[in-house]
């Protein structure tokens, strides 16, 4: 017991001089973090998408090397009776994913994510407010609002909490938020986080916005009412000058996610401007895409309102220069000084995923200093969630220095032509005999929403519904379509009607049809962005002979 008992003694060390000190110093090479050197080109960083049933893909890979978007796929097998191996793998244009610049693909850039990740590792073991903030989140944040122009800006590592956590770091319970019905899921979640008061419009319909504006006019009224009536003793509110209000919110998607429509930024501005309004706006699918330097929909509305003014320059000048007619009205004069335009400072705070135009994963929110502290004490996504991997924040930070410094205007020029030249060839096609599509979305939405017409009039499945197709079957008409495509050698993305199963209806309007998405990339081929019309065509052909003939439509297919 006395030996079990007796304390060890610790091993003499060996005396060393500073110079043999200094020597090992020297000798000693760190390992490192983690082991990249099976992360070849062609290896793949997506996901596998679970197998079982027919609406699912499996990604295997990742064409890295391509010069075009692709992937290497294989499609689970269509559900029967008998088992049926999956399709063995095949190599298909990527037209479903939203990197339209193509940086998840770019060579320097990943070379420089393998440095970042050999020198911080993979993950960044904390919340920022911990020990989670590294350098490369710091300047993350400062090449974005250097980027866009605001006073700074807050990194969330995930780019569908930054909606949901922002809205109600500022909206509560006593405020009013206007939203629109077909706003993206993450502004959704965020408004229903908030518990505030909501109107839900269509901000495309001015009718129906007017309609949402008046709505929440009066339900402002009475939440002031309300309000005044607080408990907090009449000479403490005299004293510290206390008056309760109101907060109200205008909410919206810069391009629609349902509709690939571009917002009317003006007209919602002026209303923010009257009414007294804080904007809300996720510049998701619009920052990288529209605008000369990428800067999204308020430098695109700024070139437009510029482009209206030197016409109507022109067309002044040559009408002083003719000679006046009696009798005729003297126009308005053009102002001399061009329209100041907008920009991101016009906004209360702006949200956008990098997960887009950035290659990479989480969200930014940009706004004044008031807005971006705020957050670091009240954005639950930002407080409670470990932080984004410091490889994750590098390479969107790399790609909005280069936006800043104009090195990518030569992709943003190639994939603002291709959205022109996708939308010329199916409204080409609109005009041919036979033609079963037609664009939806505006001109210059990178996703271009295709509405396809399956000949239908009728549902088969003996539903409810009041329009011509039920959601289960416009649901499997569309992944005929989606299947198809794959088979011939086109990924593109699927538009589900908003009552499908696993989809949550909050405000939404179910549009009539069936339509898909083909989603432009700079680096697009001229062949297939003709090539997957061609297809499209070809494959709604078929669909809508298969339908008119009652095959594959209803509840028992």
Same mark, same amino acid.
């Given at each position: 017991?006395?030996?079990?008992?007796?304390?060890? !003694? #610790?091993?003499?060390?060996?005396?060393?001089?500073?110079?043999?000190?200094? +020597?090992?110093?020297? &000798?000693?090479?760190?390992?490192?973090?983690?082991?990249?050197?099976?992360?070849? *080109?062609?290896?793949?960083?997506?996901?596998? =998408?679970?197998?079982? *049933?027919?609406?699912?893909?499996? %990604?295997?890979?990742?064409?890295?090397?391509?010069?075009?978007?692709?992937?290497?796929?294989?499609?689970?097998?269509?559900?029967?009776?008998?088992?049926?191996?999956? =399709?063995?793998?095949?190599?298909?244009?990527?037209?479903?994913?939203?990197?339209?610049?193509?940086?998840?693909?770019?060579? !320097?850039?990943?070379?420089?994510?393998?440095?970042?990740?050999?020198?911080?590792?993979? $993950?960044?073991?904390?919340?920022?407010?911990?020990?989670? =903030?590294?350098?490369?989140?710091?300047?993350?944040?400062? #090449?974005?609002?250097?980027?866009? /122009?605001?006073?700074?800006?807050?990194?969330?590592?995930?780019?569908?909490?930054?909606?949901?956590?922002?809205?109600?770091?500022?909206?509560?319970?006593?405020?009013?938020?206007?939203?629109?019905?077909?706003?993206?899921?993450?502004?959704?979640?965020?408004?229903?986080?908030?518990?505030?008061?909501?109107?839900?419009?269509?901000?495309?319909?001015?009718?129906?916005?007017?309609? $949402?504006?008046?709505?929440?006019?009066?339900?402002?009224?009475?939440?002031?009412?309300?309000?005044?009536?607080?408990?907090?003793?009449?000479?403490?509110?005299?004293?510290?000058?206390?008056?309760?209000?109101?907060?109200?919110? %205008? @909410?919206?998607?810069?391009?629609?996610?349902?509709? /690939? !429509?571009?917002?009317?930024?003006?007209?919602?501005?002026?209303?923010?401007?009257?009414?007294?309004?804080?904007?809300?706006?996720?510049?998701?699918?619009?920052?990288?895409?529209?605008?000369?330097? /990428?800067?999204?929909? *308020?430098?695109?509305?700024?070139?437009?309102?510029?482009? &209206?003014?030197?016409?109507?320059?022109?067309?002044?000048?040559?009408?002083?220069?003719?000679?006046?007619?009696?009798?005729?009205?003297?126009?308005?004069? @053009?102002?001399?000084?061009?329209?100041?335009?907008?920009?991101?400072?016009?906004?209360?705070?702006? =949200?956008?995923?990098?997960?887009?135009?950035?290659?990479?994963?989480?969200?930014?929110?940009?706004?004044?200093?008031?807005?971006?502290?705020?957050?670091?004490?009240?954005?639950?996504?930002?407080?409670?969630?470990?932080?984004?991997?410091?490889?994750?924040? &590098?390479?969107? #930070?790399?790609?909005?220095?280069?936006?800043?410094?104009? !090195?990518?205007?030569?992709?943003?020029?190639?994939?603002?032509?291709?959205?022109?030249?996708?939308?010329?060839?199916?409204?080409?096609?609109?005009? #041919?005999?036979?033609?079963?599509?037609?664009?939806?979305?505006?001109?210059?939405?990178?996703?271009?929403?295709?509405?396809?017409?399956? $000949?239908?009039?009728?549902?088969?499945?003996?539903?409810?519904?009041?329009?011509?197709?039920?959601?289960?079957?416009?649901?499997?008409?569309?992944?005929?379509?989606?299947? +198809?495509?794959?088979?011939?050698?086109?990924?593109?993305?699927?538009?589900?009607?908003?009552?499908?199963?696993?989809?949550?209806?909050?405000?939404?309007?179910?549009?009539?049809?069936?339509?898909?998405?083909?989603?432009?990339?700079?680096?697009?081929?001229?062949?297939?962005?003709?090539?997957?019309?061609? &297809?499209?065509?070809?494959?709604?052909?078929?669909?809508?002979?298969?339908?008119?003939? /009652?095959?594959?439509? $209803?509840?028992?297919?």
């Amino acid at each position: 017991m006395y030996k079990w008992l007796k304390k060890q !003694k #610790a091993p003499k060390l060996p005396k060393l001089s500073k110079q043999e000190i200094q +020597k090992r110093i020297d &000798e000693w090479k760190a390992s490192p973090l983690s082991d990249i050197s099976h992360l070849t *080109t062609d290896r793949s960083f997506f996901p596998i =998408t679970p197998i079982g *049933t027919s609406d699912s893909i499996i %990604i295997q890979s990742r064409c890295i090397g391509e010069p075009t978007p692709q992937l290497i796929v294989s499609l689970p097998p269509v559900e029967s009776s008998t088992p049926v191996s999956p =399709t063995p793998p095949m190599k298909v244009v990527d037209f479903c994913s939203s990197d339209y610049l193509n940086m998840s693909r770019d060579s !320097k850039l990943i070379d420089m994510s393998r440095k970042v990740i050999e020198k911080y590792g993979v $993950g960044s073991c904390g919340p920022r407010g911990f020990y989670g =903030t590294m350098t490369s989140h710091l300047r993350l944040e400062e #090449a974005f609002s250097k980027f866009l /122009g605001t006073d700074a800006s807050i990194c969330y590592a995930l780019g569908y909490a930054t909606s949901a956590s922002v809205i109600p770091a500022f909206s509560k319970q006593s405020d009013i938020i206007i939203a629109d019905n077909n706003c993206s899921m993450g502004l959704k979640s965020g408004i229903r986080l908030s518990r505030s008061f909501v109107v839900w419009c269509d901000m495309w319909d001015l009718e129906d916005l007017q309609r $949402g504006l008046n709505e929440a006019e009066i339900m402002f009224k009475k939440l002031e009412k309300k309000n005044s009536r607080s408990v907090i003793p009449q000479w403490i509110r005299q004293s510290m000058n206390f008056q309760p209000s109101t907060r109200k919110f %205008i @909410v919206f998607d810069s391009i629609s996610p349902k509709s /690939g !429509k571009v917002c009317n930024f003006p007209i919602l501005h002026e209303i923010a401007e009257k009414y007294g309004y804080r904007m809300c706006m996720d510049e998701t699918e619009s920052i990288g895409v529209l605008g000369k330097h /990428g800067k999204g929909v *308020t430098e695109y509305w700024t070139e437009r309102l510029l482009d &209206e003014w030197e016409q109507a320059r022109k067309r002044e000048k040559r009408d002083e220069s003719e000679p006046r007619r009696r009798g005729e009205v003297e126009k308005e004069k @053009v102002s001399p000084l061009p329209p100041s335009g907008y920009t991101s400072r016009d906004v209360s705070f702006t =949200t956008l995923a990098l997960s887009s135009s950035f290659g990479s994963v989480g969200g930014i929110c940009v706004g004044s200093h008031e807005v971006i502290e705020h957050q670091r004490l009240n954005g639950l996504g930002y407080v409670f969630s470990a932080s984004a991997p410091p490889f994750l924040a &590098e390479v969107p #930070a790399q790609v909005a220095e280069d936006l800043s410094a104009g !090195k990518c205007e030569a992709q943003l020029k190639r994939l603002q032509h291709n959205i022109s030249v996708l939308r010329d060839t199916i409204m080409h096609q609109e005009h #041919a005999e036979g033609n079963n599509l037609h664009v939806r979305s505006d001109r210059m939405s990178p996703c271009v929403h295709v509405s396809i017409d399956v $000949g239908v009039s009728q549902c088969s499945c003996d539903s409810d519904s009041p329009h011509a197709l039920c959601s289960v079957c416009k649901t499997h008409i569309i992944n005929m379509i989606w299947r +198809k495509m794959l088979l011939k050698g086109y990924c593109i993305d699927r538009n589900f009607p908003v009552n499908a199963p696993s989809i949550p209806v909050e405000g939404e309007k179910e549009e009539e049809g069936v339509s898909v998405s083909i989603r432009v990339s700079s680096e697009h081929s001229l062949a297939q962005l003709k090539g997957v019309v061609r &297809e499209l065509q070809s494959v709604s052909e078929s669909i809508r002979s298969d339908v008119s003939s /009652g095959a594959g439509v $209803g509840r028992a297919e």
